[in-house]
């Protein structure tokens, strides 16, 4: 009798699962979701919401974001922490600025593996892509309804991917290239050394993960899931395990950013945008 319920249960699941991916095509969103909004949510603070998206926000958001304090648990938070931007500054990069430079020393925190440049260059890439979604945010807000089969769908982050995608982010912002297939990486990670300085690429993942996240259990330490991280979820990323050569970089630096910028817009699709804008609306919470 247990077996009997325990498939009926399955084929629920499944059924359901099946339902949400045609309703999800049917509204626009792409193959790519889990991977295009943990990527455009990750590092939201409650003062971004507010900026970007809505002035309704709050604390209590519901919008899960990577945890800033890399060495704690648990890895993912349920809500958008507030940041602490100085409010005395009138611009939006000069709050970003000085958040970054007051945890320049700060251990555990935010991108700790990043150079200075590269953690700048990463908060304004991500504040394009909050600007991006947030206009589109408010024209969506304007004909979805919250409570649409679309939206519960999309809320579903435990069958969709995006729960999985924002844990295996976690993994790949405290561990740089645990997921990039170099053993001298790698090894290093599996004997025990969890402070690997190297710089990811610009360049997109290669891979979409989804089908080998949904069967791999975030439900335990760091250190117990390293092994299961580095055999099962490689997805082929760029990397620079080489420190910088300031000099040799400044040299041609005016070709180098010209190729960063080009990263960088690719990674800005019009299939990010409208996935990150739906999952906002339909996540969002603004009810104090």
């Known amino acids: 009798m247990r077996i009997f319920f325990l498939v009926c249960l399955l084929g629920i699941v499944a059924a359901k699962k099946d339902k949400c991916y045609k309703t999800m095509r049917k509204g626009g969103i792409s193959d790519l979701f889990a991977k295009h909004v943990s990527h455009a949510i990750h590092s939201l603070t409650v ?130 290239g645990i997921t990039s297939g170099n053993k001298n990486i790698t090894d290093a990670y599996l004997g025990g050394f969890l402070d690997y300085h190297i710089s990811y690429g610009l360049q997109e993942r290669p891979k979409n993960l989804v089908e080998a996240l949904m069967d791999f259990d975030f439900n335990d330490t760091d250190e117990a899931l390293i092994p299961g991280v580095v055999d099962n979820l490689m997805d082929e990323a760029g990397f620079d395990a080489e420190p910088h050569d300031p000099y040799e970089e400044a040299l041609h630096s005016q070709e180098h950013w010209e190729w960063c910028v080009g990263e960088l817009k690719k990674l800005l699709t019009p ?16 009810e104090k």
């Open 271 to 286: 299939e990010l945008v409208y996935d990150t804008a739906v999952f906002m609306h339909c996540q969002l919470n603004l």
């Open 47 to 176: 003062e971004d919401l507010k900026m970007y998206f809505t002035k309704k926000a709050g604390e209590n958001n519901k919008i899960p974001v990577v945890n800033p304090m890399l060495r704690d648990q648990p890895r993912v938070l349920d809500n958008a922490p507030p940041s602490g931007y100085d409010e005395e500054f009138e611009t939006d990069g000069m709050k970003h600025f000085d958040l970054i430079m007051k945890g320049v020393n700060m251990e555990g925190w935010r991108l700790t593996a990043f150079e200075v440049l590269e953690r700048l260059s990463h908060v304004y890439h991500m504040s394009e892509i909050w600007v991006a979604a947030g206009k589109k945010y408010k024209k969506v807000a304007k004909r979805l309804d919250r409570n649409s089969d679309l939206c519960e769908c999309v809320r579903d982050t435990e069958s969709n991917g995006l729960a999985k995608y924002l844990e295996l982010t976690a993994f790949q912002i405290r561990y740089p």
